[in-house]
């Protein structure tokens, strides 16, 4: 007979949790702004996550700072050729919608 029975799983060992991939809800709504921004991002781009990783990386690094998952240097989340956009692109779009 198993220790564990039908549906009771083993209940001998300790789980052991996920080193990555588990992290609290943002319960709080900290990130949405974030996360919409990065949703719409999506959308605009027939869902080709390459054209939206500055906004992933700003996602990840809004749950960073409200510790909502825990701190890791951007580089081992794949993010090591990824900038922010920063003003001088800005402006680049500025000047040509002008």
């Known amino acids: 007979m198993s220790t564990g029975g ?5 209940r001998g060992l300790r789980p052991i949790p996920p080193e990555k991939g588990i992290f609290p809800l943002d319960h709080l709504h900290e990130c ?5 921004e990065y949703l719409v991002c999506l959308k605009s781009s027939s869902n080709k996550s390459e054209q ?4 992933s990386k700003k996602y990840l690094q ?26 001088t692109e800005d402006q680049n779009k500025e000047s040509i919608q002008h």
Do not use: I, W, Y
Not at 6 to 10: P, S, V
Not at 52 to 55: G, I, P, S, V
């Open 52 to 55: 939206c990783r500055h906004l």
């Open 6 to 10: 039908a549906f009771g799983g083993n």
């Open 62 to 87: 809004c749950r960073m700072a409200k510790n909502l998952m825990a701190k890791q240097d951007m580089s081992e989340l794949g993010f090591s050729g990824v900038k922010e956009l920063d003003s």
């Open 32 to 36: 949405d702004s974030e996360k919409k």
